[in-house]
């Protein structure tokens, strides 16, 4: 008997564009359809990690508020040059580096981004979240695609069947590395974009029409 071959789903955009919500559309979708599906993140070590160093999880794992508060028990100055170096890279203002604390979504960028990918290996996450969708009998959705080479198609070595690229105009762009590379992720390899600037039904709707779509072509393709 054949194991069945389940896609797996790369959720590609900046920073509150809409990637986890078009990633639970995408699993909604499955599970309607009697399909099993996880979704994961590049990030979740990222945040598993400094969860573990901060000693709580909001700062990493909660909404925006908490996400973007200065950790006052962590000040800049605590930090080596390597990540103070991140800091000035990302824009922050040398009175607050030596007066103020970073945030949680700056550390994960400065970690995820300016240490591990740029100084340690570019591919740290990826390989991360590649083997663990190896290891799941079901969907994979990654639900925070944003470098070029975490977008590579399978037929290129990555890990996906399709790339979906999110966009929406009314959020603002942040400067970071990890939000710039979004635009340089090569049209050839995305299967969709997805504009996000009507109601959640909307783009549930216009999504699950294209998963349907996909799935018709997959079964024609499998005769």
């Not at 996450?125 to 198609?153: H, L, M, Q, S, Y």
């Not at 049209?187 to 959640?200: A, E, F, K, T, V």
Request: proline letters at 7%.
């Amino acid at each position: 008997m054949n194991t069945p071959h389940y896609p797996s789903f790369g959720c590609l955009g900046r920073a509150r564009a809409g990637k986890g919500t078009m990633a639970a559309i995408i699993t909604s979708w499955a599970k309607y359809n009697s399909l099993p599906s996880q979704i994961i993140s590049f990030a979740d070590p990222i945040k598993d990690f400094l969860t573990l160093l901060i000693g709580r999880s909001e700062p990493f794992r909660g909404n925006d508020a908490q996400r973007n508060a200065p950790l006052a028990d962590f000040p800049w100055r605590s930090f080596e040059a390597p990540v103070l170096a991140g800091a000035r890279r990302i824009g922050v203002p040398e009175d607050v580096i030596e007066n103020g604390s970073p945030t949680g979504r700056q550390l994960m960028q400065i970690f995820g981004t300016d240490i591990m990918r740029n100084q340690f290996y570019d591919q740290t996450w990826f390989r991360i979240a590649a083997n663990r969708a190896k290891n799941f009998a079901g969907i994979t959705i990654v639900d925070d695609v944003r470098f070029p080479n975490e977008a590579r198609p399978v037929t290129e070595g990555g890990m996906f069947d399709y790339v979906i690229k999110v966009t929406r105009e009314s959020v603002p762009k942040l400067d970071h590395a990890s939000e710039n590379s979004v635009d340089q992720v090569p049209q050839n390899h995305l299967s969709i974009i997805m504009p996000n600037d009507n109601s959640i039904e909307d783009l549930s709707a216009r999504l699950d029409l294209w998963l349907s779509m996909m799935a018709m072509v997959r079964r024609s393709a499998a005769g």
